[in-house]
């Protein structure tokens, strides 16, 4: 059986009830599409979360490894392009770090593409029936520091690694006024079922779909 890591993020700031994590947890154990899918629900914190993700991906040994945590106000679930190693916190960790302009990795390469099959898993929600796009910036918070990161330590030899964005869920998005757009935590946690099947069973090169943006 293959393995795969799965990841979400405790809480942070406002976001109490993180649906990345929780997601993360439901995962735990299951076999996804021949995938043995093992989770980590990652501390918000920029030292932490380096020896927790080292860890997971040293004992594992994982071929897919799918990241995953919450940006408020994106419209539906978005995998990630690129990570760059760039830390510019916009607000602190939860150890009240705020890293301005430092790296990721020190003396790393400027940035790494996702070896997803992005597009071909966009399209595998659509498919399902289901929104969801390409997103060109992962930021430059714990999203993109934990997709820099595995990048930068998966060595499994094909890997497939990389990042998706989760959009909150309804309960989260009456907290705002206007309220901010939302997904229910069982669609959302299809969908990470379906980047890690996708993520299986696509062979190959990604579809040739577009998924560019202007900015
Ligand atoms: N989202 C943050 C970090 C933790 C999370 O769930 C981010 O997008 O960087």
Redesign the pocket.
Same mark, same amino acid.
């Given at each position: 059986m293959t393995r795969a890591l799965v990841t979400?993020?405790g809480a942070?700031a406002t976001?109490t009830d993180?649906p990345?994590?929780l997601i993360a947890q439901r995962l735990d154990g299951q076999q996804i599409a021949g995938l043995d899918v093992a989770a980590r629900v990652l501390p918000?914190d920029t030292e932490l979360v380096h020896d927790v993700l080292a860890e997971a991906i040293e004992s594992l040994q994982p071929a897919v490894v799918v990241l995953? *945590?919450?940006?408020p106000g994106r419209t539906a679930p978005a995998v990630e392009r690129v990570a760059v190693n760039v830390r510019d916190f916009p607000i602190p960790d939860t150890a009240q770090r705020v890293p301005i302009d430092e790296p990721v990795v020190d003396g790393g390469p400027a940035a790494y593409l996702s070896t997803l099959p992005v597009k071909a898993i966009v399209d595998g929600w659509r498919r399902a029936g289901l929104a969801g796009y390409v997103s060109n910036t992962? *930021?430059t918070?714990?999203?993109?520091?934990v997709f820099y990161l595995a990048r930068h330590l998966c060595r499994v030899p094909g890997a497939r690694v990389g990042m998706v964005?989760l959009p909150v869920t309804p309960a989260r998005s009456t907290a705002s006024t206007p309220p901010l757009p939302s997904v229910p935590v069982e669609v959302l946690e299809h969908q990470v079922r379906l980047a890690l099947s996708v993520s299986a069973e696509h062979q190959g090169d990604d579809l040739r779909i577009g998924g560019g943006a202007i900015s």
């Open positions: 979400g993020f942070y976001e993180n990345s994590g918000v995953t *945590g919450v940006a992962a *930021g918070y714990l999203c993109n520091q964005h």
